[in-house]
């Protein structure tokens, strides 16, 4: 199984960037989709997920208004429009697959990670 992340880069506060990540090696609409991001001598913290099948979402306090995912079954891949960025969204942002179509807020329950994609925002 691999994932694929891509979409980062460095903006200045209250701009948008949409984060992108495609699935290879399971079928992809079974399973719930997650980002999580962690920032340097931080913990790594849940951002967002969504049910396999798109219906249901879920964002951590700090993003809600602001992030949105999403999902295309058709096409493999879960997105995360990211909207208003602030300095402190500033991490490695990564795309985690679920053991599960179920929503989920904690890291053990995703079996799968991508690589990191870099989101750096400037004040």
């Known amino acids: 199984v691999q994932l694929q992340a891509s979409g980062g880069g460095l903006v200045q506060a209250g701009d948008s960037l949409n984060l992108s990540c495609q699935v290879s090696g399971r079928t992809f609409s079974s399973y719930a989709m997650g980002w999580f991001r962690q920032a340097p001598g931080k913990e790594r913290e849940f951002v967002s997920s969504i049910s396999s099948v798109g219906i249901r979402t879920n964002y951590a306090d700090s993003v809600k208004g602001r992030f949105t995912i999403s999902r295309d079954n058709a096409k493999n891949t879960v997105y995360l429009q990211m909207n208003s960025l602030k300095p402190e969204d500033t991490a490695v942002y990564y795309c985690?697959?679920?053991?599960?179509?179920?929503?989920?807020?904690?890291?053990?329950?995703?079996?799968?990670w991508g690589q990191g994609t870099q989101v750096t925002v400037s004040s």
């Open positions: 985690v697959s679920g053991r599960s179509g179920f929503l989920q807020t904690s890291s053990r329950a995703y079996d799968y």
